[in-house]
């Protein structure tokens, strides 16, 4: 059975596809290892290339004020990626990629056990959630799998670029909470 330990060194020494001949460092997911809410963007950036950390931009600041307008913190979710490394160009993840990179994901997820799935944008959605997936049209929505239930919001780099967006993704993530809170007084 993989520990945390063992998924970490893995990602820092994987060459599964390209991308390890031209990343800095490989981007571990991070946050609480008991985490009930589990976020997966589509890869890392540039600047999260160059620190090894997911969400470290100005996407970052983005994410850090949605999470403090619903009374979050990074220290009480878990934050990861599908890729656990920088596409050039800030390029959308190639399916070889995704599928490479991808059972390092469901060993976080087996791992942590989340009992809520968010999708940071378009990409994520359409990986984890459906194929279909229309982020303009199903963000805040919920589907469930067994144990858990899933939703997607806009990516925060999609804000970044059009702030109008910020408001309807803060009533996203106050949805979040509230089913996070639903979920644990139904376990009660």
Same mark, same amino acid.
């Given at each position: 059975?993989?520990?945390?330990?063992?998924?970490?060194?893995?990602?820092? =020494?994987?060459?599964?596809?390209? $991308?390890?001949?031209?990343?800095? &460092? +490989?981007?571990? /997911? %991070?946050?609480?290892?008991?985490? @009930?809410?589990?976020?997966? =963007?589509?890869?890392?950036?540039? $600047?999260?290339?160059?620190?090894? &950390? +997911?969400?470290? /931009? %100005?996407?970052?600041?983005?994410? @850090?004020?949605?999470?403090?307008?619903?009374?979050?913190?990074?220290?009480?979710?878990?934050?990861?990626?599908?890729?656990?490394?920088?596409?050039?160009?800030?390029? @959308?993840?190639?399916?070889?990629?995704?599928?490479?990179?991808?059972?390092?994901?469901?060993?976080?997820?087996?791992?942590?056990?989340?009992?809520?799935?968010?999708?940071?944008?378009?990409?994520?959605?359409?990986?984890?959630?459906?194929?279909?997936?229309?982020?303009?049209?199903?963000?805040?929505?919920?589907?469930?799998?067994?144990?858990?239930?899933?939703?997607?919001?806009?990516?925060?780099?999609?804000?970044?670029?059009?702030?109008?967006?910020?408001?309807?993704?803060?009533?996203?993530?106050?949805?979040?909470?509230?089913?996070?809170?639903?979920?644990?007084?139904?376990?009660?």
């Amino acid at each position: 059975m993989y520990t945390w330990n063992d998924i970490e060194q893995h990602i820092a =020494a994987c060459t599964h596809c390209p $991308l390890s001949q031209t990343r800095h &460092l +490989p981007v571990m /997911g %991070r946050g609480s290892h008991n985490a @009930d809410i589990m976020l997966i =963007a589509e890869a890392p950036g540039s $600047l999260e290339d160059q620190e090894g &950390l +997911p969400f470290v /931009g %100005r996407s970052g600041k983005i994410l @850090d004020e949605l999470l403090k307008d619903c009374s979050l913190k990074r220290k009480d979710i878990y934050i990861t990626n599908i890729l656990k490394c920088h596409p050039p160009g800030n390029r @959308d993840p190639k399916d070889t990629e995704k599928e490479a990179c991808f059972p390092y994901l469901k060993y976080e997820t087996f791992l942590l056990k989340p009992r809520i799935i968010v999708c940071l944008g378009r990409v994520a959605a359409q990986r984890i959630i459906s194929p279909n997936y229309k982020i303009t049209r199903q963000h805040g929505t919920w589907t469930y799998r067994k144990d858990c239930a899933l939703t997607a919001v806009y990516h925060p780099s999609a804000i970044l670029r059009d702030m109008s967006k910020m408001e309807e993704t803060k009533a996203d993530f106050h949805e979040i909470v509230r089913k996070r809170n639903e979920l644990l007084s139904l376990e009660l």
